[in-house]
């Protein structure tokens, strides 16, 4: 799972300076080519509480995911750029960042 929110990492990263900075308008279709992965990398939180957390995290957590997934699709259906970003930058990013801490990536890379 590493691995994949890994690959998802670099695309939500590449998909978000597309559009912040080169006002690249085809961030759908970009984000769109990720889809699999991010139901792939989604469900993987909906299987059950595979992490031993409390009950009521848990579901703070599935709640979370299952309205990040419905984001996702709202922004698609609506083609909506600005709201895919949001979606991808600030939703997804923060299930990625559970298995990536992006400062010891960091660190890593320094050594």
Do not use: H, P
């Not at 970009?30 to 792939?40: M, N, P, S, V």
């Not at 299952?66 to 990013?93: K, P, W």
Request: charged share 35%; net charge negative; hydrophobic share 35%.
């Amino acid at each position: 799972m590493e691995a994949l929110a890994e690959e998802l990492r670099r695309g939500i990263g590449i998909i978000c300076i597309a559009f912040y900075y080169q006002k690249d308008e085809e961030i759908l279709l970009k984000a769109k080519a990720l889809g699999e992965r991010i139901q792939k990398f989604c469900s993987s939180f909906l299987q059950g509480n595979i992490y031993g957390m409390e009950d009521r995290e848990y579901r703070e957590l599935k709640q979370y995911v299952i309205q990040v997934l419905e984001d996702y699709l709202e922004a698609l259906e609506q083609q909506d750029s600005v709201y895919m970003v949001d979606t991808l930058d600030y939703g997804l990013r923060e299930l990625v960042n559970i298995y990536i801490d992006e400062e010891e990536d960091g660190r890593k890379e320094d050594e």
